[in-house]
């Protein structure tokens, strides 16, 4: 039984890594996958850039404008905010959603600047909890020689090791961590594995959480 009744609720399913861990290509790749096989599935990404606080975001990331880092930490949150009740219509609608950061990015590249981690995960209680996060293992290192940083704000070796120490103190048992540094098509192969597994079990009969 490999369709989902009209029923049942979308997975919310969120990718994190590294700038150049290789997210953006495979959540893409990912979407057209689920797409062909016929799921109502949607491709997001935040900082959604489109918006009036993501503009802001934007330029500030573009260092084209300097904001003090608790202000730019609640702008991120703000965006997804901003999307929080669109999220949840889609999921309720049945449609998944990959989402290309989140939260967790929120709180790795902030408490990297070394604000207090609690007062950075503040904001994002009460946005919706994902059911699946695929974290995409690489090490700053690596991601580094990778066609190189483009000229945004965090794109930098000593502030991604960071960032990386970050992530590592958030990871929990919820996440599946797949080794980045594969190729492209097995990591395709393995994300593919664990979304499939979380679309046919993990969010079944399970509410919404916050
Ligand atoms: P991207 O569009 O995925 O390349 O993300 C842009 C940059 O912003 C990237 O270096 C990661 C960082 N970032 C993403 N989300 C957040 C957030 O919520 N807070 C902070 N401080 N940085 C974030
Ligand atoms: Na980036
Ligand atoms: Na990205």
Redesign the pocket.
Known sequence: ENKESSSSRGALIVLEGL?RCG??SQSGRLYKYLDDQGHSVESW???D?NTGVGQM?SSY?ANKSQLD?HA??LL??A??WEKRSLMEEKLKSGTTLIV????Y??????S??GLDIEWCKAPEIGLLAPDLVVYLDISPEKAAERGGY?D????QLEFQKK?AGSYLSLRDSSWKVIDATLSIEDVEKKLREVVLDCMMTCHKGKPMSQ
């Open positions: 700038d997210k953006t990404r935040f900082p850039r975001i990331l880092d730019i930490h991120f949150s965006n997804r290309d950061r989140y939260s990015s929120g709180v790795a590249f902030s990297a600047k483009g945004e704000r965090y794109e960032v």
